[in-house]
């Protein structure tokens, strides 16, 4: 009963907590506070939570989708199963039954779905906003897409299996589970290059920080969960292989860094 008061916990804090950070920065930046707006059908526009904003960046102009938010709720969505499978052990797969991961297919889902549609649509301005979230992405999804082809190298290796079929499942299993069960870790890992990204340090001191958190929160998720849901495997050689797959994505591609963080050289034109 603890361990359920805790998750329901963890889960309310983070869709409060999402709800009121982004709306507050919402109605921050769209000017809802304004004293005195003018009855301008361009001013009325500009205003409020569903208005284009006055800077004509916002990614909704044009589109009612943005990637940014497809991934905040693809991480929320992903809370729902990280509860589900946590609480019931119903949902070990020390049972006879499936593990239930729907939510965790969803999520999978709405994160590339997105992604593909912020190519396709040119209205979609998230990665021209969020220069780094390129970065971010690339990162995540080498990880979560790469790591499980070890995992069943390793499997077929030991003659566990060798059947297509059951191939097929392990590595789709590792996809969806690894990444659900490290949504919330992406989002923190994003929160760290949003802030590392925008100060003054060298590219390699940038690339040494991003690299210490995703280590570590790559270590406590798996310390967390796999013992759970996977307790036939050593948590360690887990986080290991996830780990260096995970550093190994972080060192190599390019941070993009936003205009605020790129010195900018000097004016030549002398005022021309």
Same mark, same amino acid.
């Given at each position: ?6 998750? &329901?916990?963890?889960?309310?804090? *983070? ?13 921050? &930046?769209? #000017?809802?506070?304004? &004293?005195?707006?003018? @009855? ?31 991934? =905040? ?7 729902? $199963? ?5 609480? !019931?052990? !119903? ?8 593990? #239930?991961?729907?939510?965790?297919? %969803?999520? %999978? ?6 992604? +593909?549609?912020?190519? *396709? *649509? ?22 979560? %897409?790469? $790591? ?9 290796? #030991? ?15 590792? /996809?969806? =589970? =690894? ?16 802030? $590392? !990204? ?6 390699? @001191?940038? &690339?040494?920080?991003? +690299?210490?958190?995703?280590?570590? +929160? ?14 036939? +495997?050593?948590?360690? /050689? ?6 260096? /797959? ?8 390019? *941070? ?12 030549? $034109?002398?005022?021309?």
């Amino acid at each position: 009963m603890t361990e359920e008061i805790i998750y &329901k916990t963890l889960y309310a804090i *983070l869709v409060i907590g999402g709800l009121v950070i982004y709306g507050w920065a919402q109605l921050r &930046k769209n #000017n809802i506070f304004m &004293k005195n707006p003018s @009855r301008k059908p361009s001013d009325m526009v500009s205003v409020g939570p569903l208005g284009y904003g006055t800077d004509g960046r916002s990614g909704r102009k044009g589109s009612p989708f943005y990637y940014v938010y497809c991934l =905040g709720a693809a991480v929320l969505i992903a809370q729902i $199963t990280v509860y589900e499978v946590l609480a !019931s052990p !119903s949902h070990l797969p020390d049972n006879n039954a499936a593990p #239930n991961y729907f939510w965790f297919a %969803l999520s %999978l889902f709405l994160f590339l779905v997105g992604l +593909l549609n912020s190519y *396709l *649509l040119k209205t979609d301005t998230s990665f021209s906003d969020y220069p780094y979230l390129r970065y971010i992405v690339k990162g995540w999804l080498t990880t979560v %897409l790469a $790591t499980p082809v070890i995992f069943t190298i390793i499997f077929i290796l #030991n003659g566990t299996t060798a059947s297509p079929d059951i191939i097929a499942d392990i590595y789709l299993f590792w /996809v969806i =589970g =690894g990444s659900g069960f490290g949504m919330l870790g992406f989002a923190l890992l994003g929160f760290t290059v949003h802030y $590392t !990204s925008k100060q003054s340090w060298a590219g390699a @001191r940038k &690339k040494v920080v991003i +690299l210490a958190v995703a280590e570590f +929160l790559t270590f406590i998720t798996v310390f967390i969960y796999a013992p759970k849901v996977i307790p036939q +495997l050593s948590w360690f /050689v887990i986080a290991l292989l996830y780990g260096v /797959v995970m550093g190994t994505g972080v060192m190599c591609y390019k *941070l993009e860094e936003p205009a605020s963080a790129v010195t900018e050289p000097p004016d030549t $034109t002398n005022g021309e």
